[in-house]
Structure formats: structure tokens, C-alpha cells
């Protein structure tokens, strides 16, 4: 697929301390002439690592997090696949007959057999299935040499993730036709299905070690701690029956409304 690629970076610094600067940004369109499926991702990377020599301490701190949003087309025969988007259509073209119509002699899409049609499920007229991830990563940490007590160092580190994605699935057949007419088919009705997640985690790590040799005899020692917690929640709503092409929850029938959640 047509991709483009950015980015920019920036390091400098001094012997105590150090930084590290990049950003990014991807924009890789479809495999698709219509251009349906297509991803977008920026992201950043910041660090920065210091050195106090008297006291002979080390410090790091890492900043990181990219958005990427997703689309690719949904309908009833090739739905949303978010882990395999060309799953539906490739398959479809692989089992059709090199003879298989996809449009009829108005140049208009074909309904015909079991509704299988690769150009309807990529067109542009068809639904789209899109997911928005955001996710943030921080890690802070320290290296201490003890002064005074030789071979003791002390060693900690925090790290820290927030991440959310939004996921809009509007399934929506195009307008087909049989071979002979201009008069559109009966098609299913669009669907609609959103979904939010979000969640947060995080673990802190804490290291002591003793390492020192005495003439012919070392004495090392280790002793360290871990803790480590993680949340999430998410929420769900669909409908279905849609009589008018708006892609809102709101917009479709409520006696068909479902949620949940966490």
C-alpha cells in the first residue's frame, strides 16, 4: 500500500547529562483503488539520563505514546475485521470464478448469487469500521552508589502506562442491482456499534545489591521488591434498523438498542 513516513529526531547533551528527542508521523493508504482502508499514527519519544558524579547517582526519564486511527470498510458479507481486514474480500475474490460479474450492464454493482462482491465491500458507498488508540508510557528511575560503603548501590524504577481506544462501527451495504435494472435491490439494513476502553497500570521496582571482595573472599548480596497494578473499563452501545444513512446511535431504532460494560 502507498505509504508516507516523517520523522524527526534530536540528541545532545553532556557528559552529565544527556537528551534524547523524536517525533513521527505514518500515513499508509489502502491496498483498495477507493482508498478505504488506510491507517494514520503519530508518535513521540522523549529521554533524558543525568549523572551526578559527587554522589555518584544516575537518573533517567522516559516519556513515549503514538494515536493511531484505523478505517476499513464493514458490510453485511465482509463486516469489520480489525486483526484480519482482508480476510472477507480476498477470500471472496479467491473462491469466485474468474467469469463472476461485478457489475451489471449499466456499469452499476452486481447483486447476483450469494451477494459476494468485492468491489461493493470496498466501495466507497459501503459502511467503515474505524479504531482510535491513544496510549502513553512514562519511566522514571535511579542508579545510587552509596558514598561511603563501597560496592553498595541502591536501584529503583516507576513505570507508568495510560491507554484509551474509541471503536465506531457503522455496517452499511451499498446500493446493488440485478443484472437487467437500474432499480436497486432490497438490502439489509445498516447497523451501529461503539465502543470505548480505557484503563491504566503501573509497576515500581526496587533493587538493593551488595557487591565487595576482600582479598580472596567476595561477599555479593540481592535484595529487591515488585509491585504492579492494572484497571481497566470499557462501554458498549449498538443498534440496528437504520431507515435513514446517519451514523449515530441515536439516529437508529431503539427497539433494538444494546449495551454493556465493565
Given amino acids: 500500500a502507498p505509504t508516507s513516513k516523517y520523522n524527526f529526531s534530536m540528541s545532545g547533551g553532556t557528559e552529565i547529562n544527556k537528551y534524547f528527542i523524536s517525533v513521527g508521523y505514518i500515513d499508509q493508504q489502502s491496498l483498495y483503488k477507493t482508498n478505504t482502508h488506510w491507517m494514520k499514527r503519530g508518535n513521540f519519544r522523549l529521554s533524558q539520563s543525568s549523572t551526578i558524579k559527587s554522589i555518584g547517582l544516575r537518573t533517567n526519564v522516559q516519556l513515549d505514546g503514538y494515536i493511531q486511527t484505523v478505517q476499513q470498510p464493514s458490510s453485511t458479507n465482509a463486516p469489520y475485521n480489525y486483526g484480519d481486514p482482508y480476510y472477507y474480500v480476498f477470500s471472496h475474490l479467491t473462491n469466485a470464478s474468474p467469469m463472476t460479474r461485478t457489475l451489471n450492464k449499466y456499469g452499476l454493482l452486481l447483486y447476483g448469487g450469494n451477494g459476494d462482491n468485492a468491489l461493493a465491500e470496498t466501495s466507497e458507498d459501503a459502511g467503515y469500521g474505524k479504531r482510535k488508540n491513544t496510549t502513553l508510557n512514562g519511566k522514571v528511575g535511579f542508579e545510587w552508589d552509596v558514598p561511603h560503603v563501597s560496592g553498595l548501590m541502591l536501584k ?10 474509541h471503536e465506531k462501527i457503522w455496517t452499511k451495504d451499498p446500493k446493488r442491482y440485478d443484472g437487467e435494472t437500474e432499480t436497486p435491490t432490497k438490502i439489509n439494513e445498516p447497523k451501529l456499534s461503539v465502543q470505548d476502553n480505557n484503563g491504566y497500570d ?3 521496582q526496587g533493587f538493593v545489591t551488595y557487591d565487595r571482595t576482600f582479598g580472596k573472599h567476595s561477599v555479593s548480596a540481592l535484595g529487591g521488591y515488585e509491585c504492579s497494578y492494572s484497571f481497566g473499563n470499557s462501554l458498549w452501545g449498538s443498534r440496528q434498523n437504520y431507515v435513514f444513512t446517519v451514523d449515530q446511535l441515536n439516529s437508529g431504532a431503539s427497539a433494538s438498542q444494546k449495551n454493556s460494560g465493565t
Avoid: E, N, P
Wanted: proline letters at 0%; hydrophobic letters at 45%; charged letters at 10%.
Fill in 202 to 204: 503501573y509497576t515500581l
Fill in 156 to 165: 529503583a524504577t516507576a513505570s507508568y502506562r495510560t491507554w484509551m481506544w
